[in-house]
């Protein structure tokens, strides 16, 4: 897609792990995760409609009386 290839993705990772430490990496990756998530969440959240309320049972009212 992008013309990367393994070497330059090994490159990469490498450049990162130096820049940031083998430390955090797990925390990185854990925020970049729930971006991830919280992003598809949003946007596929416009799309649904919200569910109408349920009537009350009428059968649960004439009990009542």
């Not at 820049?19 to 971006?35: D, Y």
């Not at 416009?46 to 009542?64: A, W």
Request: without cysteine.
């Amino acid at each position: 897609m992008f013309g990367i290839g393994m070497p330059e993705l090994i490159i990469i990772l490498v450049i990162i792990l130096i820049i940031f430490g083998a430390g955090k990496l797990p925390e990185i990756g854990s925020g970049i995760g729930k971006g991830i998530k919280n992003f598809k969440k949003a946007t596929s959240g416009g799309l649904e409609e919200t569910p109408e309320p349920k009537e009350p049972n009428r059968l649960e009212e004439e009990k009542k009386d």
